[in-house]
């Protein structure tokens, strides 16, 4: 059995997911301002715009002289430009409702197992935190979705000032857990940024990779969490 005193949480597709694509829920707000774009488009142009505002400012702008909001404003009204629609006051208003709206529970949906797991970890006294490249809406999502509770902290990429799988930031969630690297693990559903670089740093690590899934590297059986309830199994396992 690992001897654990620390146990830290990618957030996005671990323990919380969207409850529909970018793309439909930025179609039902521009439907409410009168503009009708279809969904899918939006979904292509999500992605181009999204992908193109990281490589050009990383990690949501920090040291580049943008906030995070600015940076997901510029997002979501160049995703609808890429579809067609050029009115600044539709696109100002629907970024700005945009924005908020994704600090509500409404557009999130815990994973299965999720709750139980945690309140379990915590059950059995281990420390808590989040580790996520996410901006600092985070702390009001996982209140909003009720998990907050179960975290002595959380710590952003924005905050730390660098993103997964910079070492730098698993080395701050030590610092703040009060653990060495060996008296921790981190659960991801991301090979490079979660497990693997968990693993870079010395702490354990756990890859939740549901069925069907498996075009990264090999990872061993017992690293592998088909669903979040199979946690504590592999701790004690291991």
């Given at each position: ?5 620390l ?12 409850r529909q694509?970018?793309g439909?829920s930025?179609a039902?707000?521009a439907?409410?301002?009168?503009v009708r774009?279809?969904?899918e488009?939006?979904?292509r142009?999500?992605?181009?715009a999204?992908?193109?505002?990281r ?5 949501y ?6 906030s995070?909001r600015q ?6 009204k ?11 006051s539709v696109l100002?208003?629907?970024?700005e ?5 994704y600090?509500?529970a409404r557009n999130?949906?815990?994973l299965p197992?999720a709750?139980?797991?945690l ?8 420390r808590m ?10 702390e ?5 979705c009720?998990?907050r509770h ?5 710590l952003t990429?924005?905050?730390a000032g660098c993103?997964k799988?910079?070492?730098r930031?698993?080395?701050q969630?030590?610092r703040?857990g ?5 008296q921790a693990?981190h659960?991801g ?5 979660d ?7 010395g702490?354990h690590?756990?890859l939740l990779r549901?069925a069907?899934?498996?075009d990264?590297?090999?990872v061993?059986?017992e690293?592998v969490?088909?669903s979040?309830?199979h946690l ?7």
């Open positions: 059995m690992l001897r654990l005193r146990l830290t949480w990618d957030v996005k597709d671990t323990l919380l997911r969207l694509p970018p439909h930025y039902a707000e439907r409410a301002l009168g774009v279809q969904p488009a939006l979904s142009s999500f992605l181009e999204y992908g193109a505002q490589r050009r400012f990383p990690n702008g920090q040291g580049r002289g943008l995070s940076w997901w404003v510029d997002v979501v160049q995703t609808f430009r890429l579809s067609g629609v050029r009115d600044e100002t208003a629907v970024a409702k945009l924005y908020h709206d600090c509500s999130w949906e815990l197992g709750s139980e797991t309140s379990q970890c915590r059950r059995r006294g281990f935190g989040v580790v996520s490249n996410f901006d600092n809406r985070l009001s999502i996982l209140c909003q009720e998990l179960h975290f002595d902290f959380v990429s924005e905050a993103a799988p910079d070492a930031i698993f080395e969630a030590l703040l009060g653990a060495l690297p060996r693990a659960v559903d991301d090979y490079s940024r497990y693997r670089a968990a693993r870079a740093v702490m690590s756990f549901a069907g899934q498996g990264e590297p090999e061993p059986s690293h969490l088909p979040l309830s504590l199994a592999l701790i004690e396992k291991e």
